[in-house]
Each structure stands twice: as C-alpha cells, then as structure tokens.
C-alpha cells in the first residue's frame, strides 16, 4: 500500500489496518471547521494519525493519540515524527480503557471500530480496527465522559445505522448532539456515515448533508470546500 500524500503532510499505511479513507478524511475536514481553536486534543484510537495532522494543520493545539495495536502504534509513531507538526503531535500506547491521561481534554475525536455482533476476520490485527471486540461504543464514551472537560467538544464518525445508541450513550453521560452531518455517495446513494458533534451544553441541533459526489462523478461543492486545503488534486 502506498503512501498517501496530503498538501502538508503524508501518511504511511503499510502496517496499519484501518486505511486511510474518504469517510475519514470529509471527518477530520468537518472536525476542524467545528472545533473553537482547542488547547488540548485526544483522538481515541489513533492508527494512522490522519485525523491529529488534519487538526494540527488547522490549530495550534497539542495532540494525543493513543493507539492499542503494535503495528498501527509503530507506523502511527512514524507519520507523527515526519510531520512538520511533529512538536504538538504525539502517539501514546494503552487502552484507553484503563490509561490514566494527564490533563483533561477540550476536543475529543474518534474514529472507533464500526461493527458490534458481525463475523470477524481470521486477522486479529484487522478486528481491532474494525470491530470493537476492544473497545465498544458504550465504553467508548465511558472514557470520554472521564477525559473531557466541562466546556468540551467530542466528535465521532459512526455507521449511519448505528445513530440513536450513540445518541442515546452520550446522554447517558449529559453529552447532547449539536451538530450531525449526514454522508453517501452522491444523490442516488443511501447514507453511510454520520458525523456528531457533541458537548455538555443543549444547543440548537444542526444538520447537514453531505454528497461525495455530484450525478456526473466530479466532488461535490461541499467536499471541495471541506478538502480543498489537504487534497492535493480536489478540483480537478
């Protein structure tokens, strides 16, 4: 698997089984279009340090990562240290489970494993990434609600099937969904993801949608806007 060049910064996937992908690029954009210039960052299942470097290109915060599996940590290490953000970018091995984070943090992020109760792979390494037979979506916020502070944002990229339980979970810890965006394809498509953006405070509920691409196959205005400063070739 080759390399995937960013305008700022380039990630290696070799080792990492959760790749690079659309979905996670369109919820790094829409996270720093969100985000109220945060101090302090964890992501919650780092791989491969895509979503920490979208940020650290938009933001002037010191960013955690940390990451459970060897061969993702090791490549997640080197993508961190390539980065001309490398002085605010670093990569913690643990489960967020049980890690004791030192401070408290003012913008949460996850891309956690997308599937409960389905047929795991025989690669353990790709479960990890994929499933949450190591981390499920409860216990996910269980450590969200330990590690985020009062006036926080946590956000979350999440199966378009799976939204009332994650909206129902971050209730149960007095997190409200501010704001949604809604993902497929094009126009024709069914929704597959969901983005949600979360915090303490009820606000007014926002939602979007956005298309990939328009019917003649080019990205859609929405994508150009969110991508536009980290795709190398968008508009074309």
Known sequence: MSDFSFKQFTISQNRCAQKVSTDACIFGAWVTEKMDLPTRVLDIGAGTGLLM?????KSNAIIDGIEIDDHSFEEL??????????????????????????????????????????LLSENAHKNIAW????LKLEELFTV???????TGK?????????????????SNIGLHANQQALIRHSLHHEYTRVLLLFTYKEDLFQKEIINIKELDGRYSVRMIELLDDYYLNIRF
């Open 154 to 170: 946590f956000a979350i990229i999440i199966p378009f099937a799976r939204i009332e339980e994650t909206i129902e979970f971050a």
């Open 144 to 150: 969200v609600k330990k590690n985020l502070s009062s």
């Open 131 to 134: 499933h949450s037979s190591m």
């Open 77 to 118: 290490q080197e993508n961190l240290r390539k980065a001309e953000f490398s002085s605010r970018v670093f990569a913690v091995k643990g489960d967020a489970r049980n890690f004791l984070f030192p401070h408290e943090y003012d913008l949460i992020i996850s891309n956690p494993p997308f599937y409960e109760n389905q």
């Open 53 to 57: 470097l979208m940020i650290a290109q």
